[in-house]
Nanobody, 123 residues
């Protein structure tokens, strides 16, 4: 079984910072792209940032220059450093991972989600 466990959410004032972490565990053959998504009440889940295994990144326009995604392949962990937070960043943040698992029938690709962590930015 594979699990993605997130941590680091919370309540912060506008202009503040938070760092989210997401650790993948279980019988993982290879961890590929990892990313962070967020979903505000009544809205769809949107991509915030994504990082490939070799470190290439992609960000939503709304967070460019404020958020930084990084990863530690040795720890199967992805991070999201969030600076200059705004009230509109308030949402549940979900970790996402594309990974491969060794099965009886060979290596298979799967996509996993974390349970979500609440980020609330007060004005």
């Amino acid at each position: 079984q594979v699990q993605l466990v997130e941590s680091g959410g919370g309540l912060v004032q506008a202009g503040g910072s938070l760092r989210l972490s997401c650790a993948a565990s279980g019988s993982i053959f290879r961890l590929n792209n990892m990313g962070w998504y967020r979903q505000a009440p009544g809205k769809q889940r949107d991509l915030v940032a994504m990082i490939t295994r070799d470190g290439r990144t992609n960000y939503a326009d709304s967070v460019k220059g404020r958020f930084t995604i990084s990863r530690d392949n040795a720890k199967n962990t992805v991070y999201l450093q969030m600076n200059s937070l705004k009230p509109e960043d308030t949402a549940v943040y979900y970790c996402n991972a594309d990974l491969s698992i060794q099965t009886t029938y060979g290596v298979k690709g799967y996509q996993y989600w974390g349970q979500g962590t609440q980020v609330t930015v007060s004005s």
